[in-house]
């Protein structure tokens, strides 16, 4: 994970990239409060080193997954995030992080 990290760091440093993030539930659960604090976390980072962020795309699935989870379908687990909690994460974005959110739902 830290070499993507530090992939995408020095892409942004070259210009201003989207990031597109994906939110979904798995077996009904969500991101926790954590999970997400630490996604704003890797978003401060990549523009504290220097780099530059156009934009976040916040996303969920849009239409049922069949790759497969523990030898199941994964449509069985996964469901998209409801847009409140899309939202949430797209305002965390703008006023921890300083960019512009967007907000994709299914």
């Known amino acids: 994970f830290a070499k993507i990290l530090r992939n995408i760091t020095d892409c942004a440093r070259c210009r201003a990239i989207v990031i597109q993030s994906l939110f979904l ?3 009904g659960d969500g991101p926790s409060a ?3 604090g ?3 976390d890797r ?3 990549i523009i ?3 780099g530059q962020l156009k934009s976040v ?3 969920t699935v849009a239409r049922k997954p069949m790759a497969m989870i523990n030898g199941r379908l994964a449509f069985e687990a996964v469901t998209a995030l409801p847009v ?4 949430a994460i797209a305002e965390m974005v703008r006023h921890r992080v300083g960019v512009p959110a967007e907000v994709f739902a299914g």
């Open 25 to 27: 539930r798995v077996y």
């Open 34 to 36: 954590s999970e997400i």
């Open 38 to 40: 630490a996604y704003g």
């Open 43 to 45: 978003l401060a980072e």
């Open 48 to 50: 504290g080193a220097g």
């Open 57 to 59: 795309q916040v996303c």
């Open 84 to 87: 409140a909690e899309l939202n």
